[in-house]
């Protein structure tokens, strides 16, 4: 039953946001040709890659939520091969096998286990929620990107807190072109690109 409930509540959820979000589908209103393959290729690509199979297979209990971040993460590592990626979520576990299965050749920093702020902030791509103990790090890693730096922070509308957080890394003067998920958000750091938050329905 308490299954059950958690299912109505995701679903009714993602229908709120799909609605809200509706005018932002496919890559409308997507001027920059670099921003839109990004979206329509990675981010809400729905080709079935054969190792979605074997890891839901290894990893069978996953909420929808989590079984759904943790493919775009296989899909970014995939199409970006960003050599090392430090993670500091809830779902390390699940995260690292799919990050790796997109990347057989990038190694994994477990926040968890390691803590070690300069191994994070010399990562290519960071993955964290937007929660009080986790923004030393990422500051830590804004401080230190560089042009293929990719900063992926979950929970961006969690909170007010978390709300303004978002707002402050979008703003600032070091990043560069986002993308706004609702479920994260994606910030890049190449200040050859526009800079522009782009609103995607996920």
């Not at 590592?77 to 050599?83: E, M, V």
């Not at 500091?88 to 920093?109: E, F, I, K, W």
């Amino acid at each position: 039953m308490v299954n059950g409930l958690s299912s109505l509540r995701y679903w009714f959820k993602r229908s709120t946001v799909f609605m809200r979000r509706f005018t932002h589908s496919q890559g409308f209103g997507i001027q920059s040709p670099s921003a839109y393959r990004f979206d329509r290729e990675v981010i809400n690509a729905h080709y079935s890659y054969d190792a979605y199979t074997d890891l839901k297979q290894a990893f069978p209990r996953q909420d929808r939520l989590t079984l759904k971040l943790a493919r775009l993460y296989f899909r970014i590592a995939h199409a970006t091969q960003a050599r090392q990626w430090a993670l500091c979520t809830h779902q390390n576990d699940v995260y690292c096998a799919y990050v790796q299965a997109g990347c057989r050749t990038a190694s994994l920093v477990d926040v968890h286990e390691v803590g070690e702020v300069d191994k994070v902030a010399a990562s290519d791509v960071l993955v964290t929620a937007m929660e009080d103990d986790r923004w030393p790090m990422c500051e830590a890693f804004v401080s230190r990107a560089h042009e293929r730096s990719i900063l992926i922070v979950e929970g961006i509308y969690a909170s007010k807190k978390a709300k303004v957080r978002w707002k402050e890394l979008v703003n600032d003067a070091r990043t560069g072109v986002a993308f706004d998920l609702y479920d994260c958000g994606i910030i890049f750091f190449d200040h050859t690109k526009s800079k522009q938050v782009y609103i995607i329905n996920f």
